[in-house]
């Protein structure tokens, strides 16, 4: 079974930072694509940042020149080191990844969620 562990939410002040982190584990071939997405409470989830396996990344306006996505793909990880954060940026974060598993014998094209950290940035 593949599944991805998040770490690292928590309560800072506004200004403040703090850095996520996503494992992945299992029997997993390959990842293409990470990232993460945050949803705050009413409103839809929404892209914040995605890094590919060969290090391309993409960023949401709202959090360009704030945020830094990172891999590491020897440990089949994602890191978002988020700096100046806003109380606008409260929200759950979730990781997410696309990659290759052996499910059942076979090897299967996956996208797969995290169980999500939550961030609250205080005024």
């Known amino acids: 079974q593949v599944k991805l562990v998040e770490s690292g939410g928590g309560l800072v002040q506004a200004g403040g930072s703090l850095r996520l982190s996503c494992a992945a584990s299992?029997?997993?071939?390959?990842?293409?694509?990470m990232g993460w997405y945050r949803q705050a409470p009413g409103k839809q989830r929404e892209l914040v940042a995605t890094?590919?396996?060969?290090?391309?990344?993409n960023y949401a306006d709202s959090v360009k020149g704030r945020f830094t996505i990172s891999r590491d793909n020897a440990k089949n990880a994602v890191y978002l080191q988020m700096n100046s954060l806003e109380p606008e940026d409260t929200a759950a974060y979730y990781c997410?990844?696309?990659?290759?598993?052996?499910?059942?014998?076979?090897?299967?094209?996956?996208?797969?969620w995290g169980q999500g950290t939550l961030v609250t940035v205080s005024s």
């Open positions: 890094a590919t396996s060969s290090g391309s990344t």
């Open positions: 997410n990844a696309h990659l290759v598993a052996l499910v059942a014998s076979s090897y299967r094209y996956l996208e797969v």
């Open positions: 299992g029997n997993i071939f390959s990842i293409n694509d």
